[in-house]
């Protein structure tokens, strides 16, 4: 596959870093600022979804949506002080995962039967096909079963799905880094910038 090229490009307030990140002008530290939680909080992720077409760009074909996701590290897995959501083609072994595990994924949050990648993950799956009016950080600060947890340790995906009878839709991974570095698992590992098929 032919290198994908970096480029900078600005839209509706956010910095897109291609081939794989979206960056907030903004001044926001990253998924534990109480800023995102607003009411009138931009919704990141929908500007980051349609900024999927730089992902096809990059990859020099259209690629399906089950295909391509988007993943916000936790404060203790970043490496700048500085919004930015990663977005890119999942990984093979995530895509492979999520097949097996799709019928134990349901419209509210709750912890899978297995890991992924040796973490555990909560999941949830959104029934819409854009996510103008689903917040991805809201839905996480609402809804996660894990009782008392930081929003700043968790590491949430978004990622594209097309469910039974062909609705469209997204999953919702947490994983909660806690304090050991063990349990860190960052975008990288659920991401696959090259888009190998």
Not at 52 to 59: C, I, K, Q
Not at 139 to 157: D, E, V
Request: aromatic share 8%; net charge positive; with cysteine.
């Amino acid at each position: 596959m032919p290198a994908i090229k970096t480029a900078r490009v600005r839209v509706a307030g956010l910095l897109f870093l291609l081939p794989s990140n979206t960056v907030s002008t903004a001044r926001i530290s990253g998924i534990e600022s109480p800023a995102l939680l607003r009411e009138n909080a931009p919704n990141y992720w929908e500007a980051a979804w349609d900024a999927r077409r730089f992902v096809e760009e990059g990859a020099r074909r259209q690629l399906p949506r089950d295909k391509i996701g988007m993943v916000i590290n936790s404060a203790a897995s970043r490496s700048q002080d500085q919004l930015h959501i990663h977005v890119a083609c999942i990984a093979p072994k995530v895509a492979e995962f999520l097949r097996r595990h799709q019928a134990e994924i349901h419209e509210a949050w709750s912890f899978l039967s297995s890991g992924l990648l040796g973490h555990r993950f909560a999941a949830m799956k959104v029934d819409t096909d854009r996510l103008a009016h689903m917040d991805p950080f809201k839905l996480l600060n609402r809804g996660l079963p894990s009782g008392k947890f930081s929003m700043g340790s968790q590491t949430l995906a978004v990622i594209g799905a097309t469910f039974t009878g062909g609705r469209s839709g997204f999953y919702l991974l947490a994983n909660e880094s806690g304090a050991s570095p063990k349990k860190i698992v960052s975008a990288e590992a659920l991401l696959d910038d090259k888009c190998a098929d």
